[in-house]
């Protein structure tokens, strides 16, 4: 499942720096996160590291974005084959 950020977000940016995968940017009014680049930390670390870090809880489990582990797996070793030929 790809994680997504509320109308909530205050702006604080300390999220956008621990995403591994570079999913996170800052959006017209807030910061958000591109489903297609974002595994949720699978092959980083344990927990989402954006989840981990925001003060204001405003980062939530994307429902029109789901997938499944196997599936956020298979995401990061694509993205990981991608940056090495980049």
Do not use: F, R, W
């Amino acid at each position: 499942m790809s994680l997504k950020i509320l109308d909530t977000c205050v702006n604080c940016d300390v999220c956008e720096p621990v995403c591994p995968n570079k999913a996170i940017s800052l959006g017209e009014e807030y910061y958000v996160i591109e489903p297609s680049l974002c595994t949720e930390c699978i092959g980083h670390y344990d927990q989402p590291q954006c989840v981990e870090v925001c003060p204001v809880e405003c980062i939530i489990i994307d429902p029109e974005h789901t997938e499944s582990h196997d599936q956020l797996e298979l995401k990061y070793q694509h993205l990981m084959a991608q940056s090495e030929h980049s």
